[in-house]
């Protein structure tokens, strides 16, 4: 009997721990670009992308995230939403993380769904423009590094959809006003966007780089398989993680930090991603 409570002890033990590492240990996924759009001066430019925090810790202060983030020794942080969650809305913990990363490099943000879920959207907003982040809301930037130029759009989470005015209808329209503002069309063009199911819309809007969250990884992966399930795409979901192409358009996924409905990640372990731009 004493034999059989240790072995389910160690189990347990091993159980927990397992799903602790796979929920808070920290993983860096090095995406490289190349295009021969990507200018000279942009050449070895870095971009950090962090993803669908939910309000969650990692340490006191946010420091083992801020500490992995600025050992990457990025020139821009992009974050694309999900900064917050709404049904747990907590934005100290997410306030604390900006305030960091806003002393490493320019922070440029969008929003997701759980922003406008949450009904707290309009005080979080000019709490992240105090800190000094760019919030960006179906705008574009322009970009300058060593004398070049690239275009930076970021467009708003479309979960203010109606039945009469669909999400993709709501993400066409903020896309279109965002690239009207963009001052050099041919110049090399990244977007940031919550949606990866909105794929097609990005191609067909000849963006260059895109830059998504939302699926959460799929949540569970499975060897050979990949995400099992993620918002608005179901199961078995076609956009959950790393790198995907159509025609020229490249939209990378961040698995995303928290956890929001489903509370547990299965060999989906909380994911940076950098990105660095290669000039061909």
Not at 123 to 148: C, Q
Not at 159 to 172: D, N, P, Q
Not at 252 to 274: A, K, M, Q
């Amino acid at each position: 009997m004493r034999k059989k409570l240790i072995i389910i002890f160690a189990i347990l033990t091993a159980t927990v721990f397992f799903l602790f590492f796979q929920n808070n240990a920290l993983v860096t996924t090095d995406l490289p670009i190349h295009s021969e759009k990507i200018p000279e001066g942009f050449e070895g430019y870095k971009i950090v992308q962090l993803s669908d925090l939910h309000s969650k810790s990692f340490g006191k202060n946010q420091r083992y995230l801020v500490q992995k983030v600025s050992q990457l020794k990025p020139n821009m942080i992009v974050f694309t939403g999900d900064l917050v969650d709404s049904k747990k809305y907590d934005e100290d913990a997410s306030l604390v993380l900006m305030e960091e990363l806003v002393q490493i490099a320019p922070v440029y943000y969008v929003t997701g769904n759980h922003e406008w879920w949450s009904g707290k959207f309009e005080s979080l907003e000019g709490k992240l423009t105090d800190i000094g982040v760019k919030v960006m809301r179906n705008t574009a930037e322009e970009i300058t590094h060593d004398g070049s130029k690239i275009q930076l759009v970021g467009i708003d989470d479309p979960a203010k959809a109606t039945e009469s005015y669909g999400e993709r209808s709501l993400a066409e329209e903020a896309l279109k006003h965002s690239l009207a503002s963009v001052t050099e069309s041919d110049s090399f063009t990244v977007l940031l966007a919550h949606r990866p199911e909105l794929f097609s819309l990005y191609s067909q809007s000849k963006i260059d780089l895109v830059f998504s969250g939302h699926a959460h990884g799929g949540q569970v992966r499975l060897p050979f398989i990949g995400g099992l399930i993620a918002p608005n795409q179901g199961l078995f979901p076609d956009y959950t993680a790393g790198k995907y192409t159509h025609d020229r358009t490249t939209m990378i996924v961040n698995r995303g930090l928290g956890n929001s409905i489903i509370p547990l990640r299965i060999l989906n372990r909380p994911e940076i991603i950098v990105v660095t731009l290669n000039s061909e």
